[in-house]
């Protein structure tokens, strides 16, 4: 295993502005590679309140990177934006994304070349080509801010693990929606009783490739000394009845799928140590460490189509500057392409993470940073590396 030094250009394909697209676990392009989603904020320096709205619009990159608005949301935050992607049955030119209709949180269609639009009942947090993902999104942001939305429907901590909350599967088409994994459910496996003495909550919700599966974290506050809340990772079927414990070391973080039974992500080995663990999800138990002798630190992890290559970064380090890297699956290389310098002042639910996404064919990379005194949009081509 090695470390190279492989410095690459990351261009801003953002005017002035407040801009990010969000996660890192999307794609922001469209299918033919033209559009790349995004929005665009007033302010950098506070958590959202109801009212503030957000743009949502598109980035034309063979247009001279023009910015062209299409609505308006407030139901969004700075980890994670408003769960903007473009709909993965009509990637070219449809998107999905979550709005605030009265103290309630819900999700529209939008045909970027139509204008034509559709409602859904609940807000969205992962797509597969049929169905949503969907979780109380109200609760979530009491649990953990930065992620959720304020003042909404639903938002009591109170029952510390309901029955009637918990993960949703919604039909895309009809919008019917069932709970498929309750939150008193996940508390009754292997029931620990710091499970009822504060709020339980789920959250990463993320469908296979295939959308035979999905994983999620199950989180629940606890008193620790390194850690405020501990963390179970699960894998199930689709219909959310097959559940399967991936990990339950009191430690799992980022995660990504390598492909529809494969998925890594950084977690807490039994010797306390942390690293990007492999796993098998319908395989014997069990994982493999990838890269333990090059990385020493959580990141965005995402594998490019193919499997071969995965993006990460880092936290900033004492110099708070945030390094980006990709990683060689088969030669064991990681290849650093880029430190970015990060504000102390947005910290916590304000901070600016990279979050690095691939493009569809593997050979551009889309980051979020404010090295430059805003939140901005970058792009690095990386296919010289990736070829190589």
Known sequence: ???????????????????????????????????????????????????????????????????????????????QGTMLQWLPSAPEDT???????????????????????????????????????????????????????????????????????????MDLATGESELIVSLDRLAGIEHQETMDIAPMWVNHLTWSPGGSNFVFLNRWFRQHPRRPFSDRFYRATADGRDLRKVHDNGYFSHFTY????????????????????????????????????????????????????????????????RTLMLYDMETGTRVDIGRFHSPPELEGPLRCDLHPRWSRDGRRLSIDSAHAGRRAIYVLEVGEIVDG
Not at 36 to 61: K, Y
Not at 125 to 139: D, G, I, K, P, Q
Not at 151 to 168: A, K, L, N, S
Request: charged share 25%; hydrophobic share 35%.
């Open 258 to 321: 390598r492909d529809e039974t494969h998925l890594m992500g950084h977690g807490r080995k039994p010797d306390g140590e942390d690293d990007y663990l492999m796993f098998d999800l319908m395989g014997t138990p069990g994982y493999e460490v990838v890269g333990g002798d090059v990385f020493d630190c959580d990141g965005h992890c995402n594998f490019a189509s193919g499997g071969r290559w995965f993006v990460t970064d880092t936290y900033p380090d004492a110099e708070d500057r």
């Open 1 to 79: 295993m090695s470390i190279v030094q492989h410095p690459v250009e990351a261009r801003a394909i953002t005017p002035d502005g407040q801009f990010w697209f969000g996660y890192y676990d999307k794609f922001p392009w469209n299918a033919s590679g033209r559009y790349h989603l995004a929005m665009r904020a007033g302010f950098i320096d506070r958590q959202p309140r109801v009212d503030d709205a957000i743009e949502i619009g598109l980035i034309d990159t063979e247009g001279g990177n023009a910015w062209a608005p299409l609505t308006e949301t407030t139901a969004w935050s700075w980890q």
């Open 95 to 169: 998107i999905i994304y979550n709005i605030r209709e009265g103290d309630a949180f819900r999700a529209e269609i939008r045909n970027v070349v139509t204008g034509e639009t559709r409602r859904l009942p609940r807000a969205v947090y992962a797509v597969s080509e049929t169905h949503a993902l969907c979780l109380n999104f109200a609760r979530l942001h009491l649990t953990r801010p930065g992620y959720g939305y304020a003042d909404g429907t639903g938002g009591r901590i109170d029952d510390y693990h309901p029955d009637d909350d918990g993960i949703w599967k």
